[in-house]
């Protein structure tokens, strides 16, 4: 049975424990009483899991895991494919997460790991993070319209085999841009097709589709939303900005008339996808589910990449960044998403301040206040 102090030397990837004058002392020792303090009962696999959700947890066990995944659509089976997961991959994906500041990422394991149990496949922590960060499952999927799917999470899982995590930021690129292609409906998947010939098909029908929009003034036009309570207040209130370290413009998609027309000229899915208008991402936007931007060069139309962002129970991450066609928008506009996640999870940052100066001359004091938002 591995104790608490062999738990923290795994999860810290450190061969000893932190001596008393260290900084991390305090926080291993509470890591070890609280490990050690779990029954038996509850797989030392399941803690990491355990420990990174115990603030939201009734109970610190595996029930108290349980019933908390329930709510984000754990079934007993998925239960039963986590329980059977490593410690060695179980920490590996909670080293991930936590590298991107995530705590609430088991939530978001609930899904894939049902779709991974239902596709009969070996889960991996490479195939897991990339189903949970490309939104990738087979709820209300049903027969015969889940054999696409399930075919797309094979090929993904042999495409991922022994491959280490660094390739999960592709593979999720990737497999947004065939889970959008399955989504439209009429592909030519089959048992013997890879994962790079999905992808590929999945690029050239984003790529024809985007150069086949239908007219807008052709389409339905849905009424605005009567209310929006729910969606998030832009970090600052400010829903337009210039960025100071790259000089890009940042402009906050609100109505759903942004979204298809970001949509139009980016040649992908966030508002009109084969010709017809899509509502998800509004959706999402609506429900306060996430955030989307635009990024653009000052005087230019066209955007240089869309930005999604996403948060569950409170925890905020970079679902997509994209360029025109979904092509990889550049490190200015992925350093610009990472600082917006940043801004979001921490509410971003208004700053006051006085400035006080003295008239030598007249003998008067002079006092000046300023207010100024930070994004990170």
């Not at 991107?100 to 195939?127: C, F, H, M, V, Y």
């Not at 499952?137 to 027969?143: F, I, K, Q, R, T």
């Amino acid at each position: 049975m591995m104790n608490g102090q062999s738990l923290y030397k795994l999860l810290s990837g450190s061969p000893r424990l932190p001596k008393p004058w260290e900084d991390t002392y305090q926080d291993a020792q509470r890591f070890i009483a609280w490990a050690d303090a779990i029954p038996e009962s509850t797989p030392r696999s399941l803690l990491p899991m355990v420990w990174a959700v115990k603030d939201r947890l009734t109970y610190q066990d595996g029930g108290g895991l349980n019933g908390f995944l329930k709510e984000y659509g754990l079934t007993k089976k998925g239960w039963k494919a986590l329980n059977q997961l490593s410690i060695e991959h179980v920490v590996s994906i909670y080293r991930y997460f936590a590298s991107r500041g995530e705590t609430a990422w088991p939530a978001r394991l609930a899904k894939p790991i049902d779709a991974i149990r239902e596709s009969a496949i070996e889960p991996s922590p490479a195939l897991l993070i990339t189903l949970a960060d490309a939104d990738i499952s087979l709820e209300g999927v049903n027969p015969p319209y889940d054999e696409d799917w399930k075919l797309m999470i094979k090929a993904l899982a042999t495409e991922l085999s022994d491959k280490d995590l660094s390739v999960c930021a592709q593979a999720v690129a990737d497999a947004i841009l065939v889970r959008d292609y399955i989504n439209g409906g009429d592909v030519d998947i089959t048992r013997s097709t890879t994962w790079p010939e999905m992808t590929a098909m999945a690029r050239r029908y984003i790529e024809e589709m985007s150069l086949d929009i239908e007219d807008p003034e052709e389409q339905d036009v849905i009424e605005a939303p009567q209310n929006l309570n729910r969606v998030v207040p832009t970090p600052g209130g400010q829903d337009f900005l210039v960025d100071a370290n790259t000089g890009l413009e940042v402009v906050r998609l609100l109505t759903h008339q942004d979204f298809i027309d970001e949509s139009d000229q980016m040649g992908h899915c966030i508002g009109r996808w084969n010709g017809k208008i899509q509502h998800g991402y509004f959706n999402k936007h609506v429900n306060g589910e996430g955030a989307f931007y635009s990024f653009r060069r000052p005087g230019e139309r066209r955007p240089i990449a869309t930005l999604e962002l996403g948060c569950l129970d409170g925890d905020w991450r970079v679902c997509q960044v994209r360029g025109p066609s979904n092509r990889d928008p550049g490190p200015d506009a992925n350093d610009l998403a990472a600082r917006l996640r940043e801004a979001h999870q921490v509410g971003g940052c208004m700053k006051e301040s006085t400035i006080e100066f003295i008239n030598p001359i007249a003998n008067q004091n002079y006092s000046l206040e300023r207010t100024y938002s930070r994004y990170f």
